[in-house]
């Protein structure tokens, strides 16, 4: 009996310090599995996972040339509100896997820009994440997003 | 009973070697560890994301514990118990006819299969050895 009441307690120390070293080890991911909700991929937290950003002078040149599309990952309502001219609208909850996105027509010649809200929105991440691991190749993420766009003065619809 | 003082030690050190390299292979990669736990689907993400942070330190604190012979009771009890369910799981993924990494040594990639099955019986008993060993200790 007296053995039995050790092992409790050895038992329950050791899982004591396995937690702490656990969660004070990996106390970014924990903060990083906080800010984002990426659909049980967890190899979405890692480090270079995470698409490049383009800042919008460098979208915008692209743009002009009509070398890349653009992907709005707002909802429909806020992107019938306004958005970059000539952009597609993939909203992130209409996405579960990245093979949702292979079966969709998009051009794998083009540099592909998804955005956002701007600010700290993450939507625009996931989807350039998931059109990554769906294989396209050339994906980046708008600085700033749809506000910058739209501050800046370039060109946009409503629709 | 000499002989058997030296089996145990020797099995302790066995064990205890394998659920250190076995910890480390995890903690060097979480997120591909919770990946391969998430792919068994069994349980929900966010147990799967915990379990993925604290089991890879408790498999090594407990094969250092093992090891060294500081507080055996406590790590063997917690080897058999892991052992167990990793049991249970394998069973579950042959049964369902799953094709699935193990996640038992990161990067080092194991298919689920029988003999995986075996190795962790075998395990499991060498750990169940030592506990019913240490408990009997005064």
């Given at each position: 009996m007296?053995?039995?009441?050790?092992?409790?307690?050895?038992?329950?120390?050791?899982?004591?310090?396995?937690?702490?070293?656990?969660?004070?080890?990996?106390?970014n991911?924990?903060?990083?599995?906080?800010?984002?909700?990426?659909?049980?991929?967890?190899?979405?937290?890692?480090?270079?996972?995470?698409?490049?950003?383009?800042?919008?002078?460098e979208?915008?040149?692209?743009?002009?040339?009509?070398?890349?599309?653009?992907?709005?990952?707002?909802?429909?309502?806020?992107?019938k509100?306004?958005?970059?001219?000539?952009?597609?609208?993939?909203p992130?909850?209409s996405?579960?896997s990245?093979?949702?996105?292979?079966?969709?027509?998009?051009?794998?010649?083009?540099?592909?820009?998804?955005?956002?809200?701007?600010?700290?929105?993450?939507?625009?991440?996931?989807?350039?994440?998931?059109?990554?691991?769906?294989?396209?190749?050339?994906?980046?993420v708008?600085?700033?997003g749809?506000?910058?766009?739209?501050?800046?003065?370039?060109?946009w619809?409503?629709? | 009973?000499?002989?058997?003082?030296?089996?145990?030690l020797?099995?302790?050190?066995?064990?205890?070697?394998?659920?250190?390299?076995?910890?480390?292979?995890?903690?060097i990669?979480?997120?591909g560890?919770?990946?391969?736990?998430?792919?068994?689907?069994?349980?929900?993400?966010f147990?799967?994301f915990?379990?993925?942070?604290?089991?890879p330190?408790?498999?090594?604190?407990?094969?250092?514990?093992?090891?060294?012979?500081?507080?055996v009771?406590?790590?063997?009890?917690?080897?058999?118990?892991?052992?167990?369910?990793?049991?249970l799981?394998?069973?579950?993924?042959?049964?369902?006819?799953?094709?699935?990494?193990?996640?038992?040594?990161g990067f080092?990639?194991?298919?689920?299969?029988?003999?995986?099955?075996?190795?962790?019986?075998?395990?499991?008993?060498?750990?169940?050895?030592?506990?019913?060993?240490?408990?009997?200790?005064?």
């Amino acid at each position: 009996m007296r053995n039995f009441l050790k092992l409790t307690k050895e038992a329950v120390f050791i899982l004591i310090i396995a937690s702490i070293i656990g969660v004070f080890f990996n106390i970014n991911l924990i903060r990083k599995y906080a800010d984002y909700d990426f659909k049980g991929d967890f190899l979405f937290l890692e480090e270079d996972a995470l698409p490049e950003l383009i800042t919008v002078y460098e979208a915008e040149e692209l743009w002009q040339r009509g070398e890349a599309i653009f992907i709005d990952s707002r909802s429909e309502e806020e992107f019938k509100k306004g958005h970059i001219l000539g952009a597609i609208n993939i909203p992130l909850n209409s996405i579960n896997s990245p093979q949702d996105l292979k079966n969709m027509d998009i051009s794998q010649d083009k540099i592909i820009i998804a955005y956002c809200s701007g600010g700290d929105c993450k939507s625009s991440f996931y989807l350039a994440y998931f059109l990554q691991k769906a294989g396209f190749r050339n994906v980046k993420v708008l600085e700033g997003g749809w506000p910058k766009w739209f501050e800046n003065g370039l060109p946009w619809e409503k629709n | 009973m000499k002989s058997k003082k030296y089996f145990i030690l020797a099995i302790r050190i066995l064990v205890g070697l394998i659920f250190i390299f076995s910890g480390i292979t995890k903690i060097i990669n979480p997120l591909g560890f919770a990946q391969d736990i998430q792919n068994y689907q069994i349980v929900p993400e966010f147990i799967s994301f915990w379990t993925a942070l604290i089991l890879p330190w408790l498999e090594l604190i407990c094969g250092i514990f093992l090891l060294t012979g500081i507080l055996v009771r406590g790590s063997s009890f917690w080897i058999s118990s892991m052992l167990f369910v990793f049991i249970l799981l394998i069973i579950s993924v042959l049964v369902r006819g799953q094709e699935i990494d193990c996640g038992c040594f990161g990067f080092i990639g194991h298919k689920v299969d029988w003999t995986l099955l075996l190795q962790d019986l075998i395990l499991f008993s060498l750990s169940l050895t030592i506990l019913v060993s240490s408990l009997k200790r005064k």
